[in-house]
């Protein structure tokens, strides 16, 4: 059962199921939404090197004039992190210098020193330590992205956001916090950590059972006897000791059965460490332009597909109360398309299908969708005709119109390959 329950969370980190169709729907609602679609659609080009095209001048200009820039995603597809990098490397001239990311503040600052240090080769030696390659940027064009990200702002510039809890990392989090001066109290209690982390990675070498991946099998109360026992860590041990209590606690939530809240813990560390990252710049004087990449459900404006209030429903009220907006785009496959998901047994990543995930109660859009290149929707010219009640419509087709401002699908996308490295 507990395994079964962590493989279908390893899913959800790569596709988030979403709501089937309503029956209330209106009669002939769908058909004028995919017509109005049809009349807001531009194309994206690409030619396997760079992205062009009417939409590609508008993602631009929407950029330019934003202060935050989010990105919801379906995991797995090798053109979405394509696009980012592009589009990052542009909008630097108009001044974004921050890239958020769906890892720990942690693990970011790790990814960044090993770009800086020697680009690619840097994160390929950094994967190949153990707990050094996180989810999702084991895949080649994830950790191309990093680079790409990385060489667009000054070096002495960490670029690198991270906001989320820490899924494999632990044992880079726990060796920083061994090197950190500490009471000897904190010492002992710390052993009898790094014991427990090494014991369960153990477990999954010998048998390949998720249940066995530390972020699950652990106990929070082990780094609570951390902290209790270190009153006074320096700030990136603080840092660490609360990403890994964190981790630990929600994934012991989902494995009880308490999905919702598991869920609504995540949100809160998410908004959480981005509110950290974001005061310490105000506090330097600056109010950075950032740009987001996540699982959609991350970025979606108002309740989640999770049923909580997450990173996208922060960061468009941070940027009004800067005087500003954001601008949010959700990206999906299209016709043709295979994702890459995460195989947590052997930490592999394999083609598959896209079918379900974000897709679901889509069709109205996927309909107005190019079959021979990809494809933006202006979401935000559906609005008067989706109305203000989903009860009209399919609940997940209002969710995406009104919580996003364009959604881009992506027709005979490719899915992610492996990075390789030691």
């Known amino acids: 059962m507990i395994q079964t329950r962590i493989i279908r969370l390893f899913v959800l980190l790569l596709v988030t199921s979403a709501a089937c169709p309503d029956a209330t729907a209106e009669p002939g609602k769908a058909e004028k939404i995919s017509a109005a679609a049809t009349e807001n659609r531009q194309a994206l080009d690409f ?207 989902w494995i009880q059965g308490k999905g919702w809240e598991s869920n609504k813990e995540r949100a809160a560390l998410q908004r959480q460490n981005f509110l950290r990252y974001w005061h310490a710049e105000k506090q330097r004087g600056e109010a950075p332009k950032v740009m987001a990449k996540y699982g959609g459900s991350h970025m979606v404006r108002g309740h989640s597909q999770t049923a909580v209030y997450d990173l996208g429903a922060l960061l468009p009220e941070i940027a009004a109360i800067e005087g500003g907006h954001s601008v949010s785009m959700l990206i999906v496959p299209g016709t043709g398309s295979l994702l890459a998901g995460l195989n947590p047994s052997t930490w592999t990543y394999e083609p598959h299908p896209a079918e379900g995930g974000y897709l679901k109660g889509l069709e109205p859009l996927m309909n107005a969708a190019f079959e021979d290149t990809y494809t933006l929707i202006d979401l935000a010219a559906l609005r008067p005709l989706a109305g203000m009640s989903h009860k009209t419509m399919d609940s997940e087709l209002f969710r995406i119109i009104h919580g996003f401002d364009m959604l881009l699908v992506m027709s005979g996308s490719k899915p992610s390959g492996e990075l390789e490295h030691d």
């Open 47 to 253: 030619d396997g090197e760079e992205f062009s095209g009417p939409a590609w001048d508008r993602l631009v200009a929407e950029g330019r004039a934003a202060q935050f820039f989010l990105v919801g995603e379906e995991h797995g597809i090798a053109e979405n992190p394509r696009l980012v990098a592009q589009l990052f490397t542009e909008l630097s001239k108009a001044g974004y210098s921050k890239l958020a990311i769906e890892i720990s503040p942690t693990m970011a600052s790790l990814l960044d020193a090993a770009l800086v240090n020697d680009g690619l080769d840097g994160l390929r030696a950094l994967f190949s330590q153990p707990g050094g390659e996180p989810a999702f940027y084991g895949m080649a064009e994830e950790a191309e992205m990093l680079a790409v990200v990385r060489k667009a702002i000054p070096a002495d510039q960490p670029v690198l956001w991270g906001t989320d809890y820490e899924v494999a990392g632990d044992r880079q989090l726990l060796k920083l916090l061994e090197r950190a001066k500490k009471p000897a109290a904190a010492k002992i209690a710390l052993e009898n950590l790094v014991a427990a982390s090494t014991a369960s990675w153990a477990e999954y070498a010998a048998t390949g059972s998720p249940q066995f991946i530390f972020s699950f099998a652990g106990d929070p109360a082990l780094v609570r006897a951390v902290s209790e026992a270190w009153p006074k860590p320096d700030p990136r041990s603080a840092v660490i000791l609360n990403t890994l209590e964190k981790t630990l606690a929600i994934n012991n939530l």
